[in-house]
């Protein structure tokens, strides 16, 4: 196949399946569960991660991600829960980032004692907050930049080298930059995980992971995750794989929307704070620039105390208020009321999330749109 290098050549075009049939212009779907197996050589079944499909889309995230090989899941907790399994047994110690995605925490906190596996989460997310826990049974670095809710960032060449130092192998939740913001792998992190339920897949509308890596790595993950199910549907690949054609496109406008909205919000007499990489009051902003190619169309910000943050969310008309994130529709949530409700209000203010802090998901629409919605629903809950 050829190799292509420009980001929405690859995105529009790497791994397509030839429609040899009609000459169709894009992949058809291929359904089957059932395959030959007398003198081949690929025995294909759905679970084995190898049909036409999941191997085209495969192909396209691989290549985005710069690594080798890639396997994509039936969600983003799957890629995660496999890729751990795979590397960690009974004895072994993992260091994760302190602020990690809810979901990966509860699978930590909920599966890992049973399995005899030990973990710490840091304090910070300097260097030297993952090199105090390391200890001789440790065997897996884990990061998410940037974080979720407050967008913070971690230094990705730093950890990749402390690993590599160490001998570990160095993971990365890479969902909230998408590939074509950061590419961990070009920094020396080992294995890149995606919940492709959002940026990858981009229109709330899927559920899907993914795993990028060596094709060491992604043999051994294949090897565990035959063993525990959670591959992806060929339709699901398709729309996953029709998705991505437009992931530069989509990414680019979210980006500059973000950006855009941060500014518009800093500035507002409203708000309080903002958290965006892309501000120069960012405390990360240096180390965005160095290793983000854009700076994401996630950020967050708190309204001035005598603003109701629900009453806000109800007054918007064009920004929904939802779970998830990373549609090309503007979506709005307060994480203290859903993905960090259960970690309680003590440890949310230890963590810096405070009750009034709102995770904003900037889509595709006009920019002019998104802030008149803002500038209303602000308007309607400003007491005169
Ligand atoms: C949503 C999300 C996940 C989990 O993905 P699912 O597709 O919901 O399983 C993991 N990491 C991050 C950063 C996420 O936002």
């Given at each position: 196949m050829t190799k292509y290098s420009g980001l929405n050549t690859i995105c529009t075009h790497v791994g397509e399946i030839k429609d040899t049939q009609f000459g169709g212009?894009?992949?058809?779907?291929?359904?089957?569960?059932?395959?030959?197996?007398?003198?081949?050589?690929?025995?294909?079944?759905?679970?084995?991660?190898?049909?036409?499909?999941?191997?085209?889309?495969?192909?396209?995230?691989?290549?985005?991600?710069?690594?080798?090989?890639?396997?994509?899941?039936?969600?983003?907790?799957?890629?995660?829960?496999?890729?751990?399994?795979?590397?960690?047994?009974?004895?072994?110690?993992?260091?994760?980032?302190?602020?990690?995605?809810?979901?990966?925490?509860?699978?930590?906190?909920?599966?890992?004692?049973?399995?005899?596996?030990?973990?710490?989460?840091?304090?910070?997310?300097?260097?030297?907050?993952?090199?105090?826990?390391?200890?001789?049974?440790?065997?897996?670095?884990?990061?998410?930049?940037?974080?979720?809710?407050?967008?913070?960032?971690?230094?990705?060449?730093?950890?990749?080298?402390?690993?590599?130092?160490?001998?570990?192998?160095?993971?990365?939740?890479?969902?909230?930059?998408?590939?074509?913001?950061?590419?961990?792998?070009?920094?020396?992190?080992?294995?890149?995980?995606?919940?492709?339920?959002?940026?990858?897949?981009?229109?709330?509308?899927?559920?899907?992971?993914?795993?990028?890596?060596?094709?060491?790595?992604?043999?051994?993950i294949f090897q565990k995750s035959k063993n525990l199910g959670g591959n992806m549907s060929d339709f699901m690949c398709y729309l996953l794989e029709r998705s991505i054609k437009t992931l530069g496109l989509r990414v680019a406008q979210h980006n500059a929307n973000a950006l855009a909205m941060a500014t518009y919000l800093e500035h507002h007499k409203a708000v309080k704070k903002v958290y965006y990489p892309g501000l120069k009051s960012h405390p990360n902003h240096q180390l965005a620039k160095a290793q983000m190619k854009g700076f994401g169309g996630m950020l967050s910000f708190e309204l001035k105390d005598e603003f109701d943050a629900t009453a806000f969310q109800k007054a918007l008309k064009l920004v929904k208020p939802s779970l998830s994130l990373a549609g090309v529709e503007s979506t709005i949530l307060l994480p203290a009321l859903t993905s960090h409700a259960l970690m309680g209000a003590k440890a949310r203010k230890e963590q810096g999330i405070s009750d009034n802090l709102l995770r904003f998901s900037i889509g595709v629409e006009e920019l002019e749109d998104i802030i008149a919605d803002v500038e209303q629903a602000i308007k309607k809950i400003t007491k005169s």
């Open positions: 212009a894009v992949s058809p779907i291929f359904m089957a569960s059932s395959y030959p197996y007398l003198d081949v050589e690929v025995k294909r079944y759905p679970r084995y991660f190898n049909t036409p499909n999941q191997e085209a889309v495969a192909l396209k995230i691989a290549a985005l991600e710069h690594a080798e090989s890639a396997l994509t899941f039936a969600s983003g907790m799957a890629a995660i829960s496999s890729t751990l399994l795979t590397f960690l047994k009974h004895g072994d110690h993992v260091v994760f980032q302190n602020e990690i995605y809810g979901g990966a925490y509860n699978f930590v906190v909920e599966e890992f004692d049973k399995f005899g596996i030990e973990y710490t989460f840091t304090k910070g997310v300097a260097i030297a907050d993952f090199e105090s826990q390391i200890k001789k049974n440790t065997k897996v670095i884990y990061i998410e930049t940037p974080s979720n809710p407050l967008l913070t960032l971690t230094d990705i060449a730093g950890i990749a080298k402390l690993a590599k130092q160490k001998g570990l192998i160095s993971m990365i939740d890479n969902t909230f930059a998408s590939p074509v913001n950061q590419t961990p792998i070009d920094f020396g992190i080992d294995i890149v995980l995606h919940s492709a339920t959002k940026y990858l897949g981009g229109h709330s509308d899927i559920c899907a992971g993914a795993v990028a890596s060596t094709n060491d790595n992604i043999n051994k």
